[in-house]
């Protein structure tokens, strides 16, 4: 737990699979892909190709279509890599099944797009009597979704093919508008829609750099997890994206606009895994205040309770860990013990001294890293180090004999803590279980629901601990060590990075890590800044880095959170 | 870009050129898969198809309890088994099969099961090398039905799946029942024993553009570095297998004895718990009976089936502490010598296993039923879950194979490599392979005990 480039390795695979008193159950998803590396092949070179993810995907289609154009469908799901969906869109590609799916959903798109009641606004034109084919009409359509669609110009080539399908299509099936279906369906199953395939352009400064177009789509998935919008995109038709001062201008324009805040939301998304909420269950009998709709609204709550604090109020990063204004509604109200008048959303401040401060009390964090019938201190101690201090934890021994450490109906240990102590006992688990259990152990007084509680079988919850040295009493006091402690800004910078490029990190990216952290420091540690020094930086628009990625000792090589 | 419309205004021209379709060469060119060889040989032919799939269920058994004392037929059936007794003429049980480790760590509830299906074992499956030996199966079996596999995953989550391309591709499972129904049986189904036939232009136009897709490979492929390039080439050959399925809607489906279009399944309930064992049996049961009909109406002549994760996710609805966590804290106990809860958890598995066997057999085929033409491979990820063994990972083998192979025995691997299984399955099914596995996995050996 040192600096930024020490991180500890272990032994790489990070799956902490059957550890601790806790985990065992989570191992359900103990084969899940969502884990860790790919082959070693895959990492020693800089990938140019990343597929879209499904928010992405849907992004673009309302953005084009508008929002009244469903995608129904099920995607193939996103694969995480060292710990973030983004990296593993350079590693995925479409399977067979996934390929189907994709073709079923690109259809469904397009006939919504060319029904009678779509067609005026999103077509806008119909064969004319000296074109009774619609060949003119067909290439308006593509020059203008073209353009959107592939997030740069169609080729005069592809431009052909997709007036020529629509023609043959047209005649095959008896129907103008179903032609032009078809060579949208095709176009929504390409290579270039589906995937972000860089193309190279001009050198700056002795860089590589990709050409404008792929500029615009960096920028664009970055800060708003969106495809470039029209002016984006006019902008790369001018060139503008080539010149820093002018990309300067356009990435203000673009931080200041209401989009940012889904750029920041869908990065913190990935980041802190809350699309695994989508896939909590927790048993209805235990934890009877606990639903799938309480799931969603509390990942929304953290993603609302974020952007609040690091987009509207341009705030510092550290205060995550220690804010008691957090967002709130009906739903979430009764778990948290708050009542809530309002509908819809609002936000609530927890008085000082309340238990429930920072990130790690909500119940995002908290139900989503323990069992379906109880907590874990274990996975949660884990999640917070490989997910907030970017450390790799190892799996456990084979054979381990939880026996005592798991009997929940113990006479004598009647705490998590009690039986986790025991487990501290053995010298070969206690080299991982010192690593998590601490920092699970101060949000004990939170249940597997999130909800608070201060007893256990009858007994006190003990939260001490000690983080970096130093004596902690309960989770709002582990957030405010984390508030002082530089390890979680370096896993920050370090993970934004890696988001941004979609990639693992290599050793050629040290110099501009280390100087996103130095900048990040000297600006207050406000996301917004970290956000656009890397938009700012040369690095961020290179096409494949001059040396190859190859794997830095002491660096996170594998997977951040495991499987559980 | 230079566009070669040739191929596609080929095809076109047969739907334009008047009213009956007469689709030739277009329609032989997508019969013929990567390797040349004829998709749709023994469709409509006299041999009724042989199928393949896998069974998988997380967290084992209790040896003592599980593994009969009798070798060969008539293998008696100890307390863990008992529920396979109105299936066991179909199914072998095979025993004392082993995963080396070679000196690797034993990764729970990975090492076992990525060893059983690629043939080595990895710390994850990320970090697999090859195809599952159920993937070389399907790209021999597969290409003369609409989906080469079905992958499924009774526990509702899609990315439950033990079907991998290679690390960073899995095949991603079809989750829910409705989802299962919807995709066999939705507007692409045919039914084979319609009374006539008449080619919809709509696949023909939907295969067109997807040529028109094929057709950008090569230009792109030379853009890109090698993994870039290999990814882009799966993605490619994704897009050849569904032309070549499109293509196949266009011909008149062989007749299928046995297959009935069933009715679509009630939706599940939003609450329901799949975690709870009972809901998973119902939810398990009513897909693997979609599956059969599906196999019976050569919708797919390759399947994997997952039951529960591995490490099961399974508990009983109301406890604290599910079947994972059970098998690890659960004390012996010492009047009967085993984990009595645990144990009662493995007898429900083997109900589930039971169950799916059972629905295969339902279904009648030609002189005997589906599963006389069908070889499923069940497997666990551990054989005594208690401590991650995988040593003996339970195997268990039914159907007939279409003659090929003798059910109903008891094979006793004696520290022999797992591999074994996965080797025979593929000699059985006809990929052409005489060793596999890796390491001290590696064998030339299958069980020559069971092939007929």
Same mark, same amino acid.
């Given at each position: 737990?040192?600096g930024t480039?020490?991180?500890?390795?272990? %032994?790489?695979?990070?799956?902490?699979?059957?550890?601790a008193?806790t985990?065992?159950?989570?191992?359900?998803?103990?084969d899940?892909?969502?884990?860790a590396?790919?082959?070693a092949s895959?990492?020693?070179?800089?990938s140019? @190709?990343?597929?879209i993810?499904?928010?992405?995907? #849907?992004?673009a289609i309302?953005?084009? +279509?508008?929002?009244?154009?469903?995608?129904?469908? #099920?995607?193939?799901?996103?694969?995480?890599v060292? /710990?973030?969906?983004?990296?593993?869109?350079s590693?995925?590609?479409?399977?067979?099944?996934?390929?189907?799916q994709?073709?079923?959903?690109?259809?469904?798109?397009?006939?919504? @797009?060319?029904?009678?009641d779509?067609?005026?606004?999103?077509?806008?034109?119909t064969p004319?009597?000296?074109?009774?084919? /619609?060949?003119?009409c067909?290439?308006?359509?593509?020059? #203008?979704? /073209?353009? %959107?669609?592939?997030?740069r110009?169609?080729?005069?080539?592809?431009?052909?093919?997709l007036?020529?399908?629509?023609?043959?299509?047209?005649?095959?099936l008896?129907?103008?508008?179903?032609?032009?279906?078809?060579?949208?369906?095709?176009?929504?199953?390409s290579?270039?829609?589906?995937?972000?395939i860089d193309?190279?352009g001009?050198?700056e400064?002795?860089?590589?750099?990709?050409?404008?177009?792929s500029?615009?789509? %960096?920028?664009?998935? +970055?800060?708003?997890?969106?495809?470039?919008?029209e002016?984006?995109?006019a902008?790369?038709a001018?060139?503008?994206?080539?010149?820093?001062?002018a990309?300067a201008r356009?990435?203000?324009?673009?931080?200041?606009s209401? %989009?940012?805040?889904d750029? @920041?939301?869908?990065f913190?998304?990935?980041?802190l !895994?809350?699309?695994d909420?989508?896939?909590?269950?927790k048993?209805?009998?235990?934890?009877?205040? +606990?639903s799938?709709a309480?799931?969603a609204?509390a #990942?929304?709550?953290?993603?609302?309770?974020? *952007?609040?604090l690091?987009?509207?109020?341009?705030g510092?990063?550290?205060?995550l860990?220690? *804010?008691r204004?957090i967002?709130?509604?009906? *739903?979430?109200?009764p778990l948290?013990?708050?009542?809530?008048?309002?509908?819809?959303w609002?936000?609530?401040?927890?008085?000082?001294?309340?238990?429930?401060a920072g990130?790690?009390?909500q119940?995002?964090f908290?139900?989503q890293?323990? !069992?379906?019938?109880?907590?874990s201190?274990?996975?949660?101690?884990?999640?917070?180090?490989?997910?907030?201090?970017?450390?790799?934890?190892?799996?456990?021994?084979?054979? @381990?004999?939880f026996?005592v450490?798991?009997?929940?109906?113990?006479?004598?240990?009647?705490?998590?803590?009690a039986?986790?102590?025991?487990h501290?006992?053995?010298?070969?688990c =206690?080299?991982?279980?010192?690593l998590?259990d601490?920092?699970?152990?101060?949000l004990?007084?939170f249940?597997?629901a999130g909800?608070?509680r201060t007893?256990e079988?009858g007994?006190?919850?003990d *939260?001490?601990?000690?983080?970096a040295?130093t !004596?902690?009493?309960?989770?709002?006091?582990?957030?405010?060590?984390?508030q002082?402690?530089?390890?979680?800004?370096d896993?920050?910078?370090?993970?934004?990075w890696?988001?941004?490029?979609?990639?693992?990190l290599?050793a050629?990216?040290k110099?501009?890590v280390?100087?996103?952290? =130095?900048?990040?420091?000297?600006t207050g540690?406000?996301?917004?800044?970290?956000?656009?020094?890397?938009?700012?930086?040369?690095? +961020?628009?290179e096409y494949?880095p001059?040396?190859?990625?190859?794997?830095?000792?002491?660096?996170?090589?594998?997977?951040?959170k495991?499987?559980? | 870009?230079?566009?070669?419309?040739?191929?596609?205004?080929f095809?076109?021209k047969?739907?334009?050129g008047?009213?009956s379709?007469?689709?030739g060469?277009?329609?032989?060119?997508?019969?013929l898969?990567?390797?040349?060889?004829?998709?749709?040989?023994?469709?409509?032919?006299a041999?009724?198809?042989?199928?393949?799939?896998?069974?998988?269920?997380?967290? $084992?058994?209790?040896?003592a309890r599980?593994?009969?004392k009798?070798?060969?037929?008539?293998?008696?059936?100890?307390?863990?088994?008992?529920p396979?007794?109105p299936?066991?003429?179909?199914?072998?049980?095979?025993?004392?099969?082993?995963v080396?480790?070679?000196?690797?760590?034993?990764?729970?509830?990975i090492?076992g099961?990525?060893?059983a299906?690629?043939?080595?074992?990895?710390?994850t499956?990320?970090?697999?090398?090859?195809?599952?030996?159920?993937?070389?199966?399907?790209?021999?079996?597969?290409?003369?039905?609409?989906f080469r596999?079905?992958?499924l995953?009774?526990?509702?989550n899609?990315?439950?799946?033990?079907?991998?391309?290679?690390?960073?591709?899995?095949?991603?499972t079809?989750?829910?029942?409705? &989802?299962?129904?919807?995709r066999?049986?939705g507007?692409d189904?045919r039914d084979?024993?319609?009374?006539?036939?008449?080619?919809?232009?709509?696949?023909i136009?939907?295969?067109s553009?997807l040529? $028109?897709?094929s057709?950008q490979r090569?230009?792109?492929l030379?853009?890109v570095?090698?993994?870039d390039?290999?990814?882009?080439?799966q993605?490619?050959t994704?897009?050849?297998?569904? &032309?070549?399925?499109?293509a196949?809607?266009l011909?008149k489906?062989?007749?299928?004895?046995?297959?009935?279009?069933?009715?679509a399944?009630?939706?599940?309930?939003?609450?329901?718990d799949?975690?709870?064992?009972e809901?998973?049996?119902?939810?398990?049961?009513?897909?693997?009976?979609l599956?059969?009909m599906a196999?019976?109406?050569?919708?797919?002549?390759a399947?994997?089936?997952?039951?529960?994760t591995?490490?099961?996710?399974?508990?009983t609805?109301?406890?604290?502490?599910?079947?994972h966590?059970?098998?690890?804290?659960?004390?012996i106990?010492?009047?009967?010598?085993?984990?009595?809860?645990?144990?009662?958890?493995a007898?429900?598995n083997?109900e589930?296993?039971a &169950?799916?066997?059972a629905?295969?057999?339902?279904?009648?085929?030609?002189d005997g039923?589906?599963?006389?033409?069908?070889?499923?491979?069940?497997?666990?990820?551990?054989s005594?879950?208690?401590?991650?063994?995988?040593?003996?990972?339970?195997?268990?083998?039914?159907?007939?194979?279409?003659?090929?192979?003798?059910p $109903?025995l008891h094979?006793?691997?004696?520290?022999?490599?797992?591999?074994r299984?996965?080797l025979t399955a593929?000699?059985?099914?006809?990929?052409?392979?005489?060793?596999w596995?890796?390491?001290?996995?590696r064998?030339?050996?299958?069980?020559?005990?069971?092939i007929a």
């Amino acid at each position: 737990m040192k600096g930024t480039f020490t991180m500890k390795t272990g %032994r790489g695979i990070a799956i902490l699979l059957a550890a601790a008193a806790t985990v065992p159950l989570v191992l359900a998803g103990a084969d899940r892909p969502s884990i860790a590396a790919v082959p070693a092949s895959h990492a020693d070179e800089a990938s140019t @190709v990343r597929r879209i993810t499904e928010p992405q995907y #849907r992004r673009a289609i309302t953005d084009i +279509f508008g929002a009244d154009i469903k995608v129904v469908g #099920r995607f193939e799901p996103d694969l995480r890599v060292d /710990g973030l969906l983004a990296v593993g869109t350079s590693a995925v590609s479409i399977t067979s099944g996934g390929l189907e799916q994709y073709e079923t959903i690109a259809r469904n798109i397009a006939e919504q @797009v060319v029904a009678p009641d779509h067609r005026a606004s999103l077509i806008g034109c119909t064969p004319a009597a000296a074109d009774p084919a /619609g060949s003119a009409c067909a290439g308006q359509v593509f020059d #203008r979704l /073209g353009l %959107r669609m592939l997030r740069r110009p169609l080729a005069p080539a592809e431009r052909a093919a997709l007036v020529a399908t629509t023609l043959e299509s047209a005649r095959a099936l008896g129907d103008f508008h179903a032609g032009l279906a078809a060579a949208l369906t095709g176009l929504l199953t390409s290579p270039d829609f589906l995937f972000r395939i860089d193309r190279p352009g001009a050198p700056e400064q002795g860089r590589r750099m990709v050409d404008g177009w792929s500029k615009a789509s %960096r920028l664009s998935f +970055f800060l708003w997890n969106a495809p470039p919008d029209e002016m984006l995109l006019a902008a790369a038709a001018k060139g503008e994206l080539d010149r820093p001062e002018a990309r300067a201008r356009l990435v203000a324009t673009m931080i200041a606009s209401p %989009r940012f805040a889904d750029g @920041v939301r869908a990065f913190f998304s990935d980041f802190l !895994h809350l699309d695994d909420i989508d896939l909590l269950a927790k048993d209805a009998r235990i934890y009877p205040a +606990f639903s799938s709709a309480v799931a969603a609204d509390a #990942r929304e709550q953290t993603l609302r309770t974020i *952007t609040d604090l690091l987009v509207d109020r341009q705030g510092d990063y550290r205060d995550l860990f220690t *804010t008691r204004r957090i967002a709130m509604n009906r *739903t979430l109200g009764p778990l948290y013990d708050v009542p809530v008048a309002e509908r819809g959303w609002t936000f609530h401040q927890f008085p000082d001294g309340d238990p429930r401060a920072g990130l790690f009390t909500q119940i995002s964090f908290l139900a989503q890293h323990s !069992h379906p019938g109880r907590t874990s201190p274990t996975l949660r101690g884990k999640a917070i180090q490989e997910i907030l201090l970017c450390e790799t934890i190892p799996a456990p021994p084979a054979n @381990v004999n939880f026996a005592v450490v798991q009997d929940v109906d113990n006479p004598t240990l009647k705490t998590t803590r009690a039986r986790l102590q025991a487990h501290l006992d053995d010298e070969e688990c =206690a080299s991982c279980h010192k690593l998590t259990d601490p920092m699970g152990l101060a949000l004990e007084k939170f249940d597997g629901a999130g909800q608070f509680r201060t007893t256990e079988h009858g007994e006190a919850i003990d *939260t001490t601990g000690s983080f970096a040295d130093t !004596h902690f009493d309960g989770a709002a006091a582990l957030g405010r060590l984390f508030q002082r402690n530089p390890q979680p800004i370096d896993c920050l910078v370090q993970s934004t990075w890696r988001y941004a490029m979609g990639r693992r990190l290599a050793a050629f990216d040290k110099p501009v890590v280390a100087r996103l952290n =130095a900048d990040f420091a000297g600006t207050g540690y406000r996301m917004v800044d970290l956000i656009r020094a890397i938009a700012l930086s040369p690095q +961020f628009y290179e096409y494949e880095p001059a040396s190859p990625p190859a794997r830095m000792a002491g660096w996170p090589a594998l997977a951040t959170k495991g499987a559980m | 870009m230079a566009q070669d419309f040739s191929r596609r205004g080929f095809m076109l021209k047969g739907i334009l050129g008047g009213a009956s379709v007469t689709l030739g060469l277009p329609i032989l060119d997508a019969m013929l898969n990567e390797n040349g060889t004829a998709f749709a040989a023994t469709l409509g032919g006299a041999p009724l198809p042989v199928r393949f799939g896998t069974w998988f269920w997380g967290c $084992g058994m209790i040896p003592a309890r599980f593994e009969p004392k009798s070798d060969g037929a008539n293998y008696d059936l100890p307390p863990q088994l008992a529920p396979i007794e109105p299936v066991r003429q179909h199914v072998s049980v095979l025993t004392g099969f082993d995963v080396m480790l070679d000196g690797k760590g034993n990764l729970p509830h990975i090492s076992g099961n990525t060893a059983a299906r690629t043939g080595a074992p990895a710390d994850t499956w990320q970090a697999i090398e090859g195809p599952t030996f159920d993937m070389l199966i399907a790209d021999q079996i597969g290409g003369g039905s609409y989906f080469r596999s079905l992958e499924l995953s009774a526990d509702g989550n899609p990315r439950t799946s033990h079907s991998f391309r290679n690390g960073s591709s899995m095949n991603a499972t079809i989750p829910s029942a409705a &989802e299962l129904y919807q995709r066999i049986f939705g507007p692409d189904f045919r039914d084979p024993n319609a009374a006539s036939f008449t080619p919809d232009p709509k696949f023909i136009v939907r295969r067109s553009v997807l040529s $028109g897709v094929s057709e950008q490979r090569a230009a792109l492929l030379a853009r890109v570095g090698s993994a870039d390039r290999a990814r882009l080439d799966q993605y490619f050959t994704s897009v050849r297998e569904m &032309e070549g399925k499109l293509a196949l809607q266009l011909q008149k489906p062989p007749p299928a004895e046995a297959c009935v279009r069933p009715d679509a399944p009630a939706p599940l309930r939003a609450s329901a718990d799949l975690t709870d064992f009972e809901t998973r049996k119902a939810n398990h049961k009513l897909m693997a009976e979609l599956l059969a009909m599906a196999l019976a109406c050569n919708q797919t002549r390759a399947f994997n089936m997952n039951f529960s994760t591995a490490a099961s996710d399974l508990r009983t609805a109301g406890d604290t502490t599910g079947y994972h966590q059970t098998t690890h804290e659960e004390l012996i106990d010492r009047s009967v010598g085993y984990q009595r809860v645990v144990d009662s958890f493995a007898v429900r598995n083997m109900e589930a296993w039971a &169950e799916f066997v059972a629905a295969m057999a339902a279904i009648r085929e030609g002189d005997g039923s589906l599963l006389d033409n069908m070889l499923i491979v069940a497997h666990s990820d551990v054989s005594y879950a208690k401590n991650h063994d995988v040593a003996g990972i339970p195997v268990m083998l039914a159907g007939r194979a279409g003659g090929k192979v003798k059910p $109903g025995l008891h094979v006793r691997g004696a520290g022999e490599p797992i591999t074994r299984v996965g080797l025979t399955a593929q000699q059985l099914m006809g990929v052409p392979v005489d060793s596999w596995g890796t390491d001290a996995m590696r064998t030339n050996r299958p069980i020559n005990e069971i092939i007929a």
